[in-house]
């Protein structure tokens, strides 16, 4: 849940039409001299009756982060966004082998919020797998001090971020930490699902039944906390998420994709599309857009929207789809294999069959690879031509 999603598809045209120029005293000294946040604490006492001294206490200790202003920064030469490029950069090996690990290592968990909240175990993997690589790149950044310095100096997204750092406050509170606790992301997303703290506040929930909602410690946590967000957005259990389509021969679908993502309109309402294969359920016109290639048509029905409330940028949605469809895939193919292999170990342990053992040490090694894996857009995933976990590759 990244607030540069905020910032991608919709508003970056207008950021870079913002000439905004930081304030003189950003990056220089601590916070709690500055009217600005005075004001702020003097707010959050009134409102929600926070201590003003210990406020300032709090904000005289920390400084404005350069490196969070540099960080969100709208690029100099944006470019052309490529789906191609972005789909590449999360679904791959690595992510998908680790994302079948957590899988495995929390399959009775996620078994438990696919139950208990509706929405498939591989799409909570996915999401997880997407935001953090299952929790190796939560972000270093302090989120009191990320918060402050986006809140405070950073123009541009000044009402997003004093809200967020807001929620900040009153997260710590209620969970009886130090606002100086948590570390995320430099735009303040905490945690394995990189909630935001309204979202954290709003959404999250103890999973595990520890008494304490923890989404950097506790995967459990973070399980039960994706799946309910998506849930409480509105995810429609084993309801379609997209279709690809292709445009009629004249068809000019601008005035469907600026229509937005909201799923208002049945296919058989779209004259620019071929409805053939589409679900008659509500959707919007989604276009990937490659440069040099063809532009990808989708359908995206309402559970593909819900993914956009995560993070809201097409390409993450349909990311996050296409990576949970591989994931899925391959875990099933995961299964099918071990049982296979406890059918051939049951079948060697016989007599008959140890004696048809090679008697040399590397008929361990002699197992079959896992099988090859699908990935969402049909490319293929293969082992290696060698030997590797103990499997060999002809
Ligand atoms: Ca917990």
């Not at 904000?59 to 100099?76: D, E, M, Q, R, W």
């Not at 394995?192 to 995967?219: E, K, N, Y």
């Not at 995206?300 to 990576?323: C, E, I, K």
Request: charged fraction near 20%; hydrophobic fraction near 40%; proline fraction near 6%.
């Amino acid at each position: 849940m990244k607030v540069l999603g905020f910032l991608g598809q919709v508003t970056r045209g207008l950021l870079l039409a913002l000439a905004w120029t930081l304030p003189a005293t950003a990056t220089v000294g601590n916070f709690a001299s500055r009217d600005d946040v005075q004001a702020f604490i003097g707010d959050m006492k009134l409102r929600h009756d926070f201590d003003a001294a210990e406020l300032a206490a709090l904000f005289g200790g920390i400084h404005p982060l350069p490196t969070v202003l540099k960080a969100i920064a709208p690029p100099t030469d944006p470019g052309r966004r490529s789906w191609k490029a972005y789909r590449a950069r999360f679904i791959e090996s690595k992510r998908l082998k680790a994302g079948l690990g957590f899988w495995q290592r929390h399959r009775q968990t996620l078994h438990e919020a696919t139950t208990r909240y509706g929405v498939p175990e591989e799409v909570i993997v996915a999401i997880i797998g997407i935001e953090t690589l299952y929790g190796h790149n939560t972000g270093r950044f302090g989120t009191l001090a990320a918060l402050a310095t986006l809140a405070f100096d950073y123009p541009p997204r000044a009402e997003l971020f004093r809200k967020e750092l807001e929620e900040l406050l009153l997260l710590a509170r209620e969970q009886g930490r130090s606002p100086l606790d948590y570390r995320g992301s430099f735009a303040g997303a905490l945690g394995l699902p990189q909630f935001l703290p309204s979202s954290a506040r709003q959404w999250a929930v103890d999973f595990d039944g520890d008494g304490a909602i923890d989404l950097g410690a506790s995967p459990a946590d973070a399980i039960g906390s994706v799946a309910r967000f998506l849930r409480e957005h509105g995810w429609q259990t084993g309801e379609m998420v997209t279709t690809r389509i292709e445009l009629a021969a004249d068809g000019n679908p601008q005035s469907l994709l600026d229509e937005g993502i909201r799923p208002v309109r049945l296919p058989a309402d779209m004259p620019a599309i071929l409805s053939a294969g589409a679900v008659a359920k509500p959707a919007a016109l989604i276009d990937l857009v490659t440069p040099a290639t063809t532009t990808e048509y989708w359908l995206g029905y309402q559970n593909f929207y819900v993914l956009t409330r995560y993070n809201r940028s097409s390409f993450y949605a349909m990311t996050v789809h296409q990576f949970a469809e591989a994931l899925k895939v391959a875990y099933q193919q995961d299964i099918a294999d071990a049982g296979s292999r406890t059918t051939a170990q049951k079948v060697g342990g016989s007599r008959t069959a140890a004696t048809q053992q090679p008697h040399h040490s590397k008929a361990k090694a002699a197992r079959p690879c896992r099988a090859r894996r699908a990935t969402g857009g049909g490319a293929t995933h293969r082992a290696p031509r060698s030997v590797s976990g103990g499997c060999v590759r002809a």
